[in-house]
């Protein structure tokens, strides 16, 4: 693999397991209850957060 | 004559509005918290010149022409860790009115961990000063030393004519060092955290904005982007550098040292960077602040301290700049680039970044000496008293960081030690935090064991670099120095789980942790809120814009409003509410929390406050304020 891909994939496969987890720890422990509206909005938020960083780092490995 | 204009210029704002809202620091909770009061934005913006530290400009537009744009990179991977901060440990420390990173530890452990803590974050925070004191020297020698007229102001010729020492003391490192730590103290003396983050605001404003455009002026000045992107080799397009090469930026070692572990480190356990967020004037505005942050406003100074190096990297290939080493990149094209009074806009950037970092750290380590120390030795005293001491000891730490300026400036192995000091105390304090609020069988005896443990392991890993080597990830280097925060993590990890699973102590099982780990954040917010659980499951509401009365003969105690201003805010008697100026761009200057009494029975538009909150709030006859509910 394209050493730019096995960097990509890398930081955001183990990046991502770590985010999850915390997110899993988060929901197990009552820290956000996704019942409340405040704490739904935070929860998708911070997913697309994610998932914005990874698409533009994407993009922008593709381009180059 | 422009550039020393500007510069002058540039001094005379900061310090005179530093100074300034120094009126508004009337507590040691305005001291170090400025009030608690601040919006979003403000506190967002003033913490992107914080982050953009005293060496940013010098050493990401180094990584520029050397990587190219992965110089971004550290600067666009916190978001991994960033619910940890948001939903956990923010909530945690402010709805405890916690002061300090230390003052959590005894709550949540016992004293011991607590004095640990006390010494790892000060010879931390305070060696933290000396190098950035350092760092300021060489890079204010760079702009200094070939410019008389800055030489003049920074008043380095008068020092040079006065005292020669024979050559031992650099004046030209040393002068502007001093000078710009003065002027720091001198506004953190008089506002604290307030001062702090109105001139970081100004401060994070101007290094955005002359970073950015210094950016623009040299892609314009290669000529335009098409050449300037085509010019670049492809390695230096891509976002990230080579996965383990090379060895000293590396983008596994950028991304455990800086992503992961970095991360924590910084937004959790600085001190500084705490205070920042505890000013916010809830934790809503906190959560935002930090958003703000990390989504925007960090990517955008990451190309502002970079952008020049990926410019220079043009000019040095094409043979239009030549540099002896990559260090002086930033300087040199600024100089090259940069018209006159331009470059002093430059010149004034690189200032704002280093002394917006310097006031933060200074800020910093004088909580700690006080929340930590002064407050457990004299207790009992009026806040008046620890005001004053928190005065006098950030000018005792000022003095003391310049004190450190030629020491480590001449002896080089206690700079390097330093430097190796804090990179051994961030990862197990990282663990040990991350386990303390995951998990609340985690003893007070493993907490000082993963500290020890950690540390420990570290200093071992200085002197038997191939400790590291199994978790290197095949980079090939002999001191593995970015990695070894990630060995660090993982021995303390280790530890902490032992100790969590074979050793759970008695005391620890038996203290009330209410609000101190993540099962019980919502019973802290009900705490903090005033004891209304009610006002914990709603959203936060704003009332309209109201008018006041002034209770001045006491009859009413703190603020009443109407019933039905009550209810549309989902608020009762005995909550805490936030009144501010309704005038949204002073971001919380004119504001203050107060309990809420009865409900009046008057208009409902009408707002009764207290003389007391009249004055802590710092508000003006004849506005209208807004109310919000605190949670």
Known sequence: MDDRWFTFFYQYGIGSAIFCALMFLLLKTKAIKLKRTYDRRIFYLLIAGLVSFMFIHGTWSLIV | MLDAIVVLLYFTLIV??????????????????GGRRFSWWLVGMSCVATLVGSYSFIQYSQLGVNYGMSSMAAY?????????????????????????????FERRFNRTVRQMVIVMLLIYLIGYIGINLLTIGVAMKSIVAGNPLLQTIFGVRVFEKMWSMGGLLDWNLLVPAIVI??????????????????????????????????????????????TFWSGLPTAHKLPFSGFNEPAKYSAVGVFWADGIIGSVSFYCINQGMLMRFLSARSVHDGRKAIIFVIALLMPFAAIAVGGVGWVGKILVDTGALEIASSKEVFIRVAQLICAPGIYGFVV????????????????????????????PAFPGKEDG????????????????????????????????????????????????????????????????????????????????????????????S???????????????????????????????????????????????????????????????????????????????KDIHLSNSVMEKLGVETGDLVFITDERWWLGGLRSTHAILSDPHDQADNMVIISKEIFDRGNFLPDCKLKIENAI
């Open chain 2, 16 to 33: 005179g509005v530093g100074v300034w809202v120094g009126k508004f620091s009337k507590t040691t909770s305005d001291f170090f918290f």
């Open chain 2, 478 to 556: 002999e001191s593995f120095s970015m990695m070894r925060s990630l060995f660090g993590a993982i021995v303390s990890a280790i530890v902490a789980m032992i100790f969590l699973i074979f050793n759970q102590d008695k005391d620890t099982l038996e203290k009330d942790l209410t609000g101190l780990t993540m099962h019980t954040i919502d019973e802290a917010a009900i705490q903090y809120s005033g004891g209304s659980a009610k006002s914990v499951d709603k959203l936060a509401f704003s009332s309209d814009a109201l008018s006041y009365e002034v209770d001045w003969k006491d009859a009413y």
């Open chain 2, 76 to 104: 666009t991977n916190d978001w991994y860790m960033l619910p940890i901060f948001i939903l956990a440990w923010l909530p945690i420390i402010y709805y405890n009115n916690i002061k300090s990173v230390p003052e959590y």
């Open chain 2, 348 to 375: 004034a950037a690189v200032i704002a970044a280093l002394m917006s970092t310097l006031d933060t750290l200074i800020a910093a380590a004088s909580a700690i000496v006080v929340n930590d120390i002064v407050r």
């Open chain 2, 181 to 226: 730590a003065i002027l720091s103290g001198l506004y953190l003396h008089a506002g604290g955290q307030t001062s702090v983050i109105i001139t970081d605001l100004l401060q994070g404003f101007l290094l955005l904005a002359v970073g950015l455009s210094v950016v623009v002026i040299g892609i314009y000045y290669v000529g335009g982007f098409s």
């Open chain 2, 385 to 476: 008293y620890y005001l004053k001491q928190a005065k006098r000891i950030s000018l005792v730490i000022t003095a003391f960081g310049i004190f450190l300026i030629p020491v480590f400036d001449q002896f080089n192995s206690i700079f390097r030690a330093l430097t190796h000091f804090t990179a051994m105390v961030m990862p197990p304090l990282v663990v040990v935090t991350l386990v303390s609020i995951f998990f609340k069988k985690f003893s007070s005896r493993g907490a000082f064991w993963t500290l020890i443990i950690g540390s420990a392991a570290l200093l071992l890993s200085v002197f038997f670099p191939v400790l590291v080597k199994p978790i290197a990830q095949g980079i090939q």
